[in-house]
Each structure stands twice: as C-alpha cells, then as structure tokens.
C-alpha cells in the first residue's frame, strides 16, 4: 500500500469558506479581514481579557528531538480536532512556518498526515505576507542606521564599532552570516561589518510576539538598542526616528490569521521565532485571541521543553500573564530510540534496548515540567514502525513515574486519533489550580538567571563565560538592563550546548560565547556553544525537490 504524502492528503480535503470557520468562534463576517476563500485577519478588537481568564490554554512541548522533529504541530492540531471531537470547543494557535526550514531540512511546517492546517502551501509559503513586514521593518531600521552614519547634518555620531543590528532574510543562507558594507567609495556608505541573521530570529519578530497592541508594538519598537555615540551614549530606535515607519509596515502583520485544520476546526496562525534562537512561541496577541474566542487554546512552544517551553513560561507567560492549565509532552519512539543510541539511518528498526535506555531524556523534561508546578501528560505520537514492545516500555515508564501517558495515532487518524488524549487534557486543565511557579525573577542578576535555567532545566554542571560575555554584562549593567529575562540561544539536538551530547547529559559545562541585547522584545540573548542566528541549508536542501507545474500547482512540500 502507498502511503499519501501530506500534500496529498491536504489536498483531498475541501476547504470550507473562512466565514464558516469564523462562525465557530462567534466572529461576524463584518470583522474579517479576507485573504482570498480560505485566510482571514482578525482584528485587535475581538481580545476581551476577562474571558481569557476562563479559558483553558494547553501547552504542547516535546522531548529533545531528532532532526526532523517530533510532530508537535501535528499533535497540536490533532489535538485540537480531539477536542472538538468530545464536544468541546477549542482552537489551535501555532507558529507561522519560515521558509528556511521549508526550503531548508522540513519541507513543511504545517502539520503531518490528518492532523494538518490549510490551505498548507500558501501557509508554507508567502502566506498573508507577515515575515515580509517583519523583514521591511528591520531592514528598514539597518538602512537608516547607515544613512545616519553617512549624513553630514544630522548625525547622531554613532560609532559603527558599536552598531550590532544586523539585517534579516526569511532563508538559511550562510553566506551571510558575516558581510561587509559601505564598500566603493564615499557615496557608497562608510564600510562596517555587519552581516544577516534569519527573520525569524528577528529581534523585531520577537517584539510582534510580546507586543499587546499596535501602542505597545510602536513603543517597542522605539526601544530597540542600536549602539553607541563616539562619546559613549547609549542610542536607540526612537533616536533615529525610525519607530514609527517600522510600526507603518506592521500595520497588517500585528493581526493574528484565522485558518483551518483539515477537519474544519479553527486554527489562529501568527508570529515565527524559532526556540533555539529566539523564544520559540506564537504572539501573544495570537494566543490571547484564542482565548477570548473558545474554552481550550491548545498552542506549542519550539523544540524541546528545555528551549521553547521554558521561554513560553519564563518570557511569553510572566510578559502577559498567562498560566498554561497543562502542558503535553510529546515523545516518539524513534527520539528515543535516537537518544539510546541508534543511529539516524536506523530509527524505523525496532530497538527496544535503546527505547529503555533513551528514556533518561524523558525522564528529565518531566521533572523540568513539575519544576514549573504544571502536570504533564506524555502523547506517544505514534508512527508506523513502532512495536508493541517498545510503546509498552514508555506506557511502564510513565506508570512507575505516576504520569498520564496516551499513545495518539493523529497523523493517521486525525482528531479520532486524539480523542483519547482530548479527554485526559480536558480533565488535567479543569482541576489545574493556582499559578505556575516561574524558574526565575526577572530582577534576579543575569548570571543567576542564566545559572538556574542551565542547572534546573539543562543539568549543566557549570557555566564559562566567554571574554565577550563579561564585556557584554558590564553593557547590560550600563545600560541598566540586568532585570530582563533570559532568551538562552542553544542547540536542540541535545539538552546541554553540545549537540552530540545525546540522552540526558551530566557534568558537563554550558559556554555563553556572547550576550546580545533585545531591548525592545524586552529580554537578554545569551548565546551557547556555536548556534548561530543564521541556519545554513543542509547538504541536499529539501527546495531541491520543490516544483511547480505549468498549471500552477506546487509539488514538493512535505
């Protein structure tokens, strides 16, 4: 039997019109916004605070995941469909896909199998045209960077030694990592390096995604750090008077964008910063829409729970007074059997020996989730190749851990495939009481917020500051800035900074190279080992096997 890709299957469904979708959630057709048939803008005005109080917000994370990742969207989306399947009404809100991933190692990133949000290539793709306003934006601040720089009138006298605002594009391209500007002559600008980050590490993506309303967007944006004068002042967006244009080019993008699952259950898509390298969860806006318009929000935090979960609790939920009633935690056989010590290429052979021995890493996101006074429920998103065997060794685990434990097949069966795990998260969110308890104060020194996320959560032994790091500290302490959170750039592929660093590492020593300062987004960038904020494009891109024909349909995606 040959197996539908998810193209495929995306395409065998029929969309409902958006005013249908919109009708679920009690929006009028007046307060839409169309993109075509199936997208829609929702305005700013549909957020009421006081029901979002009464809404059940459901965090899904995951175990640190293999390359390919461990379908968190999908589980999200299937999740979703689940809910509306046991009668309750819910909606999914996601991250926007970026096209270096989609171009790069993905694919796709709109979800797998049944458990999907459409229309997939416009949302793969260009979408409603958000990560382009984000990219004119902070493009537009570099330029005006430079042209003051330039100017003989109206020069603020910014060292250029100083300026750290890069410029952005939505591709992995790691070419650009380091560039230099200005070159050819006086008109040509004073030369300086520089160099590209991707959008989606955007400190401007960062601010549309803790930014309340298009106000508190502006004075963000305002407050973004570019450098210094000659003489040591500190120098802002708002000093060059480019907050205002950058607020402009946002206009569109700050509202949140209505889609669908494959099974007609509202979906709220907007914002795209990666977890790795930025804090890895959809807007704030986004999320507090959800939860003005149904009774359970199901969203997902990027990568593992030591990345995105733990900056949607520490930055996203303290910024806006949110509380996650529950949080699921998704596990694959094959991320097990991966952190036990098989290899990539062997993942789909059974290994119940390396299932066993994987179970380490598992074990510590749970005790990261309780750290944060939240219940965790483990979803087993299950894949074809799984045994028996190696599903009753997680289903054991969990059991002697006292932890729910649901095995969800939603990429083949959609939301039937999660109605099970519907049930156990509605009845874990109903009795949730209290507040969670964060992993920091943000008016904690910021060696000791960095200290108790890398001891707590990634079980670093140590932390080396790096020479640049303590000169970017005494910054910090300059420009008073020590009681912003911590935004820690690190890899995913392992819970310590060294990504070959499998299972559940100990003893070893975490290296913050450098700090960056988001001053805008409102949070500090310590950034680990050798990530970098601009991803490169593997050896065999998967934009090599995206086509289009001459009828305009698009192949490829996955």
Same mark, same amino acid.
């Given at each position: ?15 409902? =019109? ?23 803008? +929702? ?32 589980? /999200? ?25 989609? &171009?790069?190692?993905?694919? !796709? ?93 955007? @400190? ?57 699952? #494959? ?10 910063? %990666? ?31 030591? +990345?995105?979960?733990?900056? &949607? ?7 806006? !007074? ?24 062997? #993942? ?14 598992? @074990?510590? =996101? ?23 065997? @190696? ?39 109903? /009795?949730?009481?209290?507040? %969670?308890?964060?992993?920091? =104060? ?38 008073? +800035? ?19 660093? +499998? ?16 001053? !805008?987004?409102? %949070? ?14 593997? /050896? ?17 995606? %996955?």
């Amino acid at each position: 039997m040959v197996m539908k890709t998810d193209l495929q299957i995306a395409r065998s469904v029929i969309p409902q =019109h958006i005013r249908n979708i919109a009708e679920q959630l009690s929006i009028s057709e007046e307060q839409l916004e169309y993109y075509g048939q199936y997208k829609a803008k +929702l305005p700013l005005s549909l957020i009421d605070e006081e029901k979002t109080r009464n809404s059940h917000l459901v965090l899904v994370s995951a175990i640190s995941p293999t390359p390919a990742g461990e379908g968190k969207s999908t589980v /999200s989306i299937g999740l979703a469909q689940g809910m509306k399947k046991i009668g309750k009404k819910a909606c999914v809100v996601l991250r926007e896909p970026s096209l270096g991933p989609v &171009f790069g190692i993905k694919g !796709g990133a709109t979800g797998g199998g049944y458990s999907q949000v459409i229309p997939m290539e416009d949302i793969n793709l260009h979408f409603t045209g958000d990560f382009s306003a984000i990219e004119k934006s902070h493009n537009l601040l570099a330029a005006l960077i430079d042209n003051n720089i330039q100017s003989k009138t109206r020069s603020l006298n910014i060292d250029p030694r100083t300026v750290l605002w890069k410029r952005v594009m939505d591709m992995n391209d790691r070419a650009l990592r380091r560039t230099i500007v200005g070159l050819g002559g006086t008109s040509f600008g004073i030369p300086r390096e520089t160099g590209f980050d991707i959008t989606a590490a955007s @400190e401007v993506m960062a601010i549309l995604c803790l930014s309340e309303n298009l106000k508190d967007l502006k004075t963000r944006l305002g407050n973004i750090f570019v450098g210094f004068t000659y003489d040591r002042q500190p120098v802002y967006a708002r000093d060059l008077n480019a907050h205002g244009a950058m607020t402009a080019l946002m206009k569109d993008a700050i509202k949140p964008n209505l889609v669908q699952t #494959l099974e007609g259950t509202p979906a709220i898509i907007h914002g795209g910063p %990666f977890a790795n390298i930025a804090q890895g969860t959809n807007s704030v806006i986004a999320t507090k829409m959800g939860m003005s318009l149904s009774d359970y929000v199901i969203t997902e935090a990027g990568f593992g729970f030591d +990345l995105g979960a733990e900056k &949607f609790f520490d930055i996203k939920c303290q910024s806006a !007074g949110l509380s996650p009633r529950a949080v699921v935690l998704v596990v694959t056989i094959r991320a097990l059997k991966y952190h036990g010590g098989h290899s990539l290429k062997e #993942l789909t052979t059974p290994g119940p020996e390396n299932v066993t021995r994987g179970l380490a890493n598992l @074990e510590k =996101h749970l005790e990261n989730i309780a750290q944060f006074g939240r219940t965790a429920i483990v979803a087993i998103n299950q894949f074809t190749t799984d045994t028996e065997e @190696e599903i009753d060794i997680v289903m054991s685990k969990c059991t002697s851990m006292g932890v729910h434990c649901v095995v969800s097949d939603v990429w083949g069966k959609g939301g039937d495939g999660a109605a099970d795990l519907a049930r156990v998260v509605s009845e874990v969110a109903e /009795s949730a009481e209290g507040h %969670f308890t964060p992993m920091y =104060h943000w008016d904690e020194p910021v060696k000791t917020k960095i200290e108790k996320v890398a001891s707590k959560i990634y079980g670093a032994e140590a932390i080396d500051y790096a020479r640049q790091a303590e000169r970017d500290l005494k910054k910090i302490d300059v420009l008073g +800035l020590n009681n912003l959170p911590v935004c820690i750039a690190k890899t995913q592929k392992s819970l310590s900074d060294n990504p070959k660093l +499998l299972g559940r590492p100990k003893d070893f020593v975490v290296t913050v190279r450098e700090i960056e300062i988001a001053s !805008g987004a409102g %949070f500090l960038i310590p950034i680990t080992g050798d990530i970098m904020r601009m991803p490169g494009l593997p /050896s065999t891109p998967s934009a090599e096997q995206i086509d289009i024909s001459i009828d305009g349909e698009i192949s490829g995606l %996955f």
